[in-house]
């Protein structure tokens, strides 16, 4: 089975721009969550997803991050629009529904703001 | 305020020996506790986890204890390999379909 894959690896964006970033969870996976990896503030959760109903929708990320689960295999997180502190590794991961604790997570996308 | 507390941030051991990895949390609420493994440029992978119900759970070289009533838990690398550099992150959650709260990592470097 494929595990969790996300697309671009890589993107660099100017201030102001808005991007996609797009995960395919693990095929039969239901649950999907969308994190933020930096060396300062480690890994964040933005947003996730129990199957596809947004449970959690950004927080303190909220007013430019927007998540969306478009069907059971392919979600994206918009970010509207981009600011230089947005630079970080944005990670997609997911697990099955009922009872699944694992979650597993893809490669992640590397966002450069300049 | 850090939801869940690693130490140390570095740690360096020869190939043979075992490195221990600590990690303390603050919500009583927490019952799952994954590690997760991570190399430059990669995802995190799932090594091993454990539930509030259990004290202990291993995984080949690797095993997890938890005590409860102090908030605390241990990774143990036993038999520590040159593939096992990486930095290590604990996790904690109050259930399945949960989000994840992660410490920052403790980066362990094995010399053969």
């Known amino acids: 089975d494929a595990g969790v894959t996300q697309t671009p690896r890589h993107e660099v964006a100017e201030k102001g721009q808005t991007i996609i970033l797009k995960c395919e969870p693990v095929?039969?996976?239901?649950?999907l969550f969308w994190y933020r990896q930096t060396k300062i503030q480690g890994l964040e959760l933005l947003s996730y997803?129990?199957?596809?109903?947004?449970?959690?929708d950004g927080g303190a990320f909220k007013d430019r991050f927007k998540a969306e689960m478009l069907n059971s295999s392919f979600s994206t997180l918009k970010i509207q629009p981009t600011e230089p502190k947005d630079s970080a590794v944005y990670l997609c991961?997911?697990?099955?529904?009922?009872?699944?604790?694992?979650?597993?997570f893809g490669p992640g996308t590397r966002l450069t703001v300049l | 305020q850090q939801q869940v507390r690693q130490s140390p941030q570095s740690l360096t051991v020869w190939e043979g020996e075992t490195a221990i990895l600590n990690c303390s949390y603050e919500?009583?609420?927490?019952?799952?506790f994954p590690w997760y493994q991570q190399f430059p440029g990669e995802g995190p992978a799932l090594l091993i986890s454990?539930?509030?119900?259990?004290d202990k759970k291993e995984d080949g070289r690797f095993t997890i204890f938890f005590n409860k009533r102090e908030k605390k838990l241990s990774l143990h690398i036993t038999d520590s390999q040159p593939g096992d550099s990486a930095t290590y992150f604990c996790?904690?959650?109050?259930?399945?379909?949960?989000?994840?709260?992660f410490g920052l990592g403790t980066r362990v470097s094995v010399f053969p």
């Open positions: 997803f129990r199957s596809k109903s947004l449970m959690e």
């Open positions: 095929s039969g996976h239901n649950d």
């Open positions: 991961a997911s697990s099955r529904d009922w009872g699944g604790f694992e979650q597993y």
């Open positions: 919500d009583s609420t927490f019952n799952y």
């Open positions: 454990i539930r509030s119900v259990s």
């Open positions: 996790a904690a959650s109050e259930g399945y379909a949960q989000g994840l709260t």
